[in-house]
């Protein structure tokens, strides 16, 4: 069985001449990861939109915060294994790898990261993202004292809150427009 070789189920053409930012962002990817995400490739043709959607993921991921950039992603492939969302699993599942040097802990985390092997205050920060994607309507003071109590601040927990809330919508957003993840995705950090 060959790989999908689509970018998404969407046959929207990327505007030529390609905008300046979709060919810069382009030129970086490639020179970092040595090719050009399909999530570069399925906004090409709303730009603005590809860089405010960068934008907001940067800051969520890499910016200063009382979670490690290791642990954002690690809440990125636990939201999207309760999702079943195949881009983002792949996609942050090889950058939970390349974080922790782990070559299983992104398979782990997908398959049941409560046997994941996880200390406390993480499995507490996991349990609170699945509870906040499973059913939103019930998260309450318990499930932000039980983030308290494992040792999150007040930030840390909207951190928390925030980035599972991202990943709940790009997760749709990859289930909606059927995006594929690069092939390449699946060898990296291995």
Known sequence: ????????????????????????????????????????????HVPQRLKNFFATRDELMVSES??????????AVVVSAHNSCFYCLTSHGSKVRQL??????????SMNYRHAGLDDRVR????????????????????RAALREAGFSEEDIWDIIEVTAFFNMTNRL????EMIPNEEYHSLAR
Request: aromatic share 6%.
């Open 1 to 44: 069985m060959s790989y999908p070789k689509h970018v998404m189920g969407l046959d929207i053409p990327t505007p030529e001449p390609p905008d300046e930012f979709v060919v810069e962002a382009s030129k970086v990817a490639e020179g970092k990861m040595g090719f050009i995400p399909n999530i570069l490739k399925g906004y090409a």
């Open 66 to 75: 009382g979670l490690s950039p290791l642990e954002r992603e690690m809440i």
């Open 100 to 109: 922790s040097g782990d070559p299983t802990l992104s398979e782990r985390l």
């Open 124 to 143: 507490a920060m996991l349990d609170f993202a699945v509870a906040l994607t499973v059913a939103p309507q019930y998260i309450g003071d318990d499930d």
């Open 174 to 177: 990859a289930a909606g427009t």
